[in-house]
């Protein structure tokens, strides 16, 4: 089955730069990678999505990158604000209806 | 209704004891998905369904967990003879698509063994 790897585990920013966290994944047959942010104790919030025929996505500060050969996708944050320090988590859709979710990442954003 | 509802959000049990989640998807979405967080965790797959259908369930953990949508929208999560390692959050998701594509979760009910 599917294996997501997300790294790094914690993230420490300060506000104003960029932020990147990248996923792995393992299955060639996945073919949609969401994002979601997930606050204390609240749900996990979809954020921005990809799909395997694309290779970048963009929505305002937030963006998607894929690499379809290596088999990893990548989350980027420019001009980053505190409401942005969250938990984030890469996920696969693999073969069926399934998604995989990475470890996650701690995103703190230093004022 | 504006999201996807569950409920309680909370629920402490005494090993042993029997629980029911539920789950209240988005309006007319026909994927629902039951996904178990514990701490410091990603979301885990339980289980999916296509309207009335339990088209997989493959993540559950045990012959314990057992999931039903008999109507087609409203989902229950049924945890039977609970035992410590069942303490965890646990998600339930819909989707208007019939894929995991798009899918918006719920709050979650967290559920602590003691």
């Known amino acids: 089955g599917e294996n997501v790897e997300q790294h790094p585990s914690t993230l420490s920013v300060q506000e104003g730069d960029s932020a990147v966290i990248k996923c792995t994944y393992s299955?060639?047959?996945?073919?949609?990678f969401p994002w979601y942010k997930q606050e204390l104790g609240k749900r996990p919030q979809l954020i921005i999505d990809i799909r395997s025929n694309v290779g970048e996505k963009k929505d305002q500060r937030i963006a998607v990158t894929l690499n379809k050969t290596a088999k990893h996708f990548s989350l980027h944050i420019t001009e980053t604000q505190p409401e942005d320090s969250a938990v984030y988590f890469c996920?696969?859709?693999?073969?069926?209806?399934?998604?995989?979710f990475g470890a996650g990442t701690i995103l703190r954003v230093k004022s | 209704g504006a999201g996807v509802s569950q409920s309680p959000r909370y629920k402490v049990a005494k090993r042993g004891q029997d629980v029911a989640l539920r789950c209240d998807p988005i309006s007319g979405h026909v994927s629902l998905f039951w996904y178990q967080q514990a701490l410091g965790q990603g979301p885990e797959f339980l289980t999916y369904f296509q309207n009335e259908a339990q088209l997989d369930k493959s993540g559950l953990p045990s012959d314990r967990f057992f999931a039903e949508r008999p109507e087609g929208s409203v989902s229950t999560l049924k945890i039977q003879r609970t035992q410590q390692e069942d303490s965890a959050v646990y998600l339930c998701?819909?989707?208007?698509?019939?894929?995991?594509?798009?899918?918006?979760f719920g709050q979650g009910t967290r559920l602590t063994v003691v």
């Open positions: 996920a696969a859709k693999e073969y069926g209806n399934k998604l995989v």
């Open positions: 998701a819909s989707s208007s698509t019939g894929a995991a594509t798009e899918a918006f």
């Open positions: 299955d060639s047959a996945s073919n949609y």
